[in-house]
């Protein structure tokens, strides 16, 4: 099987609400996505999506996922995308770096790779049955008075677990958020709070050793330096995220003992196939981990659930997903949606979302062909 | 003052010799990106940033994009006081610091012509009249390598880094490094650019063949570790290049002890402000400096120039005069190599008037 053709498509993304993290110095609005359907010699199409959390949050945006595809795309023409392997390290020759727009690619090659099979990826990932997957809700940051009703509001939508962004420059806020949220808290939920590298080293340690709080505490700072010093200092376990870019930065954190869990996300890392090695390491070091997305549609959405849901449950938190906070649905119905605070993924061939291509409009981009 | 308008171009850079390095990497024809930022006080900032494909996380055709994602901050913002607006640039979009680096130039560009003096003014003050160059030789045959030192050293040239790994035989690269030592006597110094290209194994017995001779070795493998290990089963000094890119970086390396001279490149941390910051924590390492960019014309050139001039002459072990390795020159009459070494441009901000007839219209304009 050879690649003949890739197209991509933008779609912006606005959200239902303006959304405000790490102490509210993060503003966000709309999200911009770019799809790619890769279309191969005997007639497959195999579908990807990559979507920046705005570009204030990740070393990422938009623009330059598309940009970046001018080179990463032509190098994939012609060659095998069946082995993904082999993709990866093209793409990684052809252009150092570029996670963001690598991943579109890595899970396009992965649906392909799914539909050759006629297996769901879910089992490509090792998994024999695909339990529900918890859902977390993620809790803009505001006052505690309208955090706390936030997390009712999610509560009553069958959410358990919830991620309650903090962070500013006033740790006595801080303090206060954390314990409203705690002594809100509904019977058998639970909550992380994410700081968003928001503190310096010195504001997170007086912070979390002030507050009666033992949940876990995401990227309190900027650096893996930064947040190791405060691991070594604070009660509650520490789940890192941002400063995670390579699998190198995995190894460092397990070798500085900078926490007890990560995020893993397809788009920050490069795509399912680097996440799913930094999933293993993750399992075999006995870390925790949220495993979702960065941002996207439905699509996006399902690549990281199939993933989840492949993950043993001792080292699985619950996972986000980014539609449930979207106007725009541009694949409606379809992929992981949310059931009482779960999603299952598709037990379709692949990733089991394929887009309407004529809905989307005329491509920005066409490689090949 | 504040910034009116950025216009932004393309400009294809062929080398006079073709450039090879370890992993099939090259610099035949290379596309620089240059930028002018434009106020309302008349007065323009020049910046550049040269990519060379598949080497760093960073690529030409990524600067426009970047550039239009941070231009709502750039446009009507005051140029003067570079690092504040670099911050608030840094709060628009995360990392891309390559593209950054082309920003930061222009804007300290603008800041020393709003203040009538030469860019070094501003960097610390100058320290020297003039820097030494290093020259770098391209990895073909070793005989072929020598006597580009020898022509090299004819000129003048005292430093020579040879590229290593292009045909990934660790004999070679041995025999590579004795011959350039030979050809060029004893005292100029010789030093052997994997360029992440090698494998501990095979850096490790090239290190142990010439470890008899006066050389150093640069950046053997992608990862510090590697690196750091390369060093400690040889008895030459390192230099690091890749693997060091910012403030942690430097400080693991320094940690480690292989970061006995280092490749300080304005595109690899940022501009100017970063460049800064990095050249005052290696004086603090007492780690030797190579102040340079990753490839470009003249105004990247002239930038680093202005940073090596202001730097304790004793801790810059060389400069690179990038513009002089390839066509066009994007000022004629900026600073040419001479007798091995090289001055900054004389005059306000970064000394240099572009040439527009070699520029052509822009290729994008931000207003």
């Known amino acids: 099987m050879r690649i003949t053709e890739i197209r991509v498509w933008q779609r912006d993304l606005p959200l239902i609400k303006p959304y405000r993290l790490s102490g509210g110095r993060l503003l966000f609005e709309r999200l911009d996505s770019t799809f790619v359907a890769i279309r191969t010699d005997d007639g497959g199409v195999g579908w990807g999506e990559a979507c920046p959390w705005g570009h204030t949050y990740l070393p990422a945006h938009g623009a330059g996922v598309r940009a970046a595809l001018e080179l990463l795309a032509p190098a994939l023409i012609g060659t095998d995308p069946l082995a993904l392997d082999a993709v990866n390290r093209r793409m990684d020759v052809a252009l150092p770096g570029h996670a963001e727009a690598k991943s579109a690619l890595d899970v396009a090659c992965w649906d392909l790779l799914g539909q050759a099979a006629g297996m769901p990826l879910w089992r490509l990932f090792g998994a024999d049955e695909a339990p529900p997957v918890a859902l977390n809700s993620s809790i803009s940051t505001g006052t505690p008075q309208e955090m706390v009703a936030l997390i009712r509001d999610a509560a009553a939508r069958g959410y358990t677990v919830h991620s309650a962004k903090i962070g500013g420059t006033d740790s006595a806020a801080d303090i206060e958020r954390m314990t409203a949220i705690s002594e809100d808290l509904p019977a058998g939920h639970a909550v992380t709070f994410d700081v968003n590298r928001a503190w310096t080293p010195g504001v997170a340690v007086q912070v979390l050793n002030a507050v009666p709080s033992r949940d876990w505490v995401e990227q309190p700072c900027e650096t893996l330096d930064q947040c190791a010093h405060v691991a070594e200092r604070v009660p509650q376990p520490i789940m890192l995220d941002e400063c995670m870019l390579t699998h190198q930065d995995h190894l460092e954190a397990w070798k500085r003992r900078a926490c007890e869990g990560v995020k893993v996300k397809p788009n920050r890392v490069g795509g399912l196939t680097k996440a799913r090695r930094i999933r293993d390491f993750g399992v075999a070091v006995g870390w925790r981990m949220h495993i979702e997305d960065v941002g996207g549609s439905a699509l996006a959405d399902t690549a990281a659930i199939h993933l989840a849901a492949s993950t043993p449950q001792e080292n699985r938190l619950a996972s986000w997903i980014c539609h449930d906070h979207l106007a725009e649905d541009p694949v409606p119905g379809q992929g992981v949606r949310n059931c009482n605070g779960h999603v299952v993924p598709p037990d379709a061939p692949g990733l089991g979302v394929v887009p309407d291509a004529d809905g989307f409009g005329d491509p920005v981009a066409i490689y090949g062909g | ?367």
């Open chain 2, 1 to 367: 003052m504040r910034i009116t308008r950025v216009a932004l171009w393309h400009v294809p850079l062929t080398s006079h010799v073709v450039y090879r390095m370890a992993d099939g990497k090259t610099c035949d024809s290379v596309e620089t990106v240059v930028l002018r930022i434009e106020t309302d006080s008349g007065l323009t900032g020049w910046g550049e940033v040269c990519p060379i494909p598949r080497y760093l996380p960073a690529y030409a055709r990524g600067v426009a994009p970047a550039l239009e994602e941070m231009a709502p901050v750039l446009l009507g913002a005051d140029p003067i006081g570079v690092e504040a607006l670099m911050g608030r640039l840094d709060n628009c979009l995360r990392g891309h610091v390559y593209a950054k680096s082309a920003i930061d130039i222009a804007l300290w560009d603008l800041t020393a012509k709003a203040a009538g003096l030469p860019l070094h003014a501003f960097l610390g003050g100058r320290r020297v009249a003039d820097m030494p160059l290093y020259h770098s030789i391209t990895c073909v045959e070793p005989e072929e390598m020598a006597r580009m030192a020898i022509e090299a050293a004819r000129q003048g040239m005292t430093q020579f880094q040879a590229k290593l790994g292009a045909d990934a035989d660790w004999q070679a690269d041995a025999e590579r490094l004795a011959r350039i030592r030979e050809a060029v006597g004893e005292g100029p110094l010789v030093y052997g650019d994997w360029n992440c290209g090698s494998t501990r194994l095979d850096a490790i017995r090239t290190a142990r063949a010439v470890a008899h001779l006066d050389v150093m070795l640069e950046q053997p493998c992608a990862t510090l570790e590697e690196c750091a290990a390369v060093n400690a089963a040889s008895s030459l000094p390192m230099k690091l290049d890749e693997s060091v890119h910012d403030t942690a970086s430097l400080m693991q390396a320094a940690a480690l002890g292989c970061m006995d001279a280092a490749a300080l490149k304005l595109s690899k941390f940022g501009g100017l402000s970063a460049l800064r910051r990095a050249r005052d924590l290696c004086l603090h390492f007492g780690t030797k400096m190579c102040i340079e960019d990753t490839w470009g014309s003249d105004i990247a050139t002239a930038a680093a120039l202005h940073l090596a001039a202001a730097t304790p002459p004793e801790r810059v072990m060389n400069v690179c005069d990038l513009s002089g390795y390839v066509a066009p020159r994007l000022d004629p009459n900026a600073p040419r190599r001479c007798n091995g070494r090289i001055v900054p441009p004389e005059g306000p901000g970064l000394g240099l008037v572009p040439d527009p007839d070699v520029l052509g219209e822009p290729c994008r304009i931000f207003d």
